[in-house]
């Protein structure tokens, strides 16, 4: 079946510090994808996509993703937390060629300390 | 990208009763989605709505309890009804088809009581 995997459901960072957010996906093909964040009381906002090319992926707010086809994942990655960023971070995904919705992750809370 | 805009945002409702959602588009857009976010969870494709066709439910969405409108290219209504308190959650509309990626509205805070 296909599937979106966040393995960490809460993670604390200290401001400052580097993070990395974990997703990984179950699909017969390599899906188009994505990171969302949904602060308190916010919609989601897309940080970053993958479609092709260059599996290191810029987005929003500083954050960068790495595509690995040989392990099914796209990880979320900032070189340096804000307090700001203290939310509930989704992965999703999208299978080409559709016209489907996305299938999300369970999501990651992301707790940072001062 | 496109902003999405979503009435009411929040609503207290009775068990029973039925709400519907308006999701408006400042453009036009040829698809757009409806999901559920239940408290402390992830979120959940309900439907997806194109205009001048029936919407297209998900597994275990039916259309009688989610009946969902799509009169143009910028609006779409979805209706929760006969409520009950398990309908408590945050429906939100997102818009694509111009774009792989989809955006979404501020969503729509339900609690049934």
């Known amino acids: 079946a296909q599937s979106v995997t966040q393995p960490d459901i809460h993670i604390t960072v200290s401001e400052g510090a580097s993070l990395e957010l974990r997703c990984n996906y179950s699909?017969?093909?390599?899906?188009?994808l994505f990171w969302y964040v949904q602060s308190p009381g916010q919609g989601l906002q897309l940080l970053l996509k993958y479609f092709s090319g260059d599996t290191l992926v810029q987005g929003i707010k500083g954050f960068e993703a790495e595509f690995k086809r040989s392990q099914s994942s796209f990880n979320l990655r900032k070189p340096s937390v804000h307090w700001s960023d203290a939310a509930e971070y989704f992965c999703?995904?999208?299978?080409?060629?559709?016209?489907?919705?996305?299938?999300f992750g369970k999501g990651t809370h992301l707790i940072i300390q001062p | 990208s496109a902003v999405i805009s979503q009435k009411p945002s929040r609503d207290i409702c009775q068990r029973g009763t039925s709400l519907t959602i308006q999701c408006q588009v400042d453009s036009q857009v040829t698809m757009m989605f409806w999901y559920r976010q239940q408290p402390g969870q992830s979120l959940t494709l309900i439907a997806t709505?194109?205009?001048?066709?029936?919407?297209?439910?998900e597994s275990g969405f039916v259309i009688d309890k989610f009946p969902i409108s799509r009169p143009n290219l910028t609006f779409s209504t979805l209706t929760v009804s006969n409520m009950s308190p398990e309908d408590s959650s945050i429906y939100l509309c997102?818009?694509?088809?111009?774009?792989?990626?989809?955006?979404f509205g501020p969503g729509t805070r339900l609690t049934v009581t």
């Open positions: 699909y017969g093909a390599t899906p188009y």
């Open positions: 997102s818009v694509g088809g111009q774009t792989i990626e989809q955006y």
């Open positions: 999703a995904v999208r299978m080409r060629g559709g016209a489907d919705g996305l299938t």
């Open positions: 709505a194109n205009q001048g066709s029936e919407a297209t439910y």
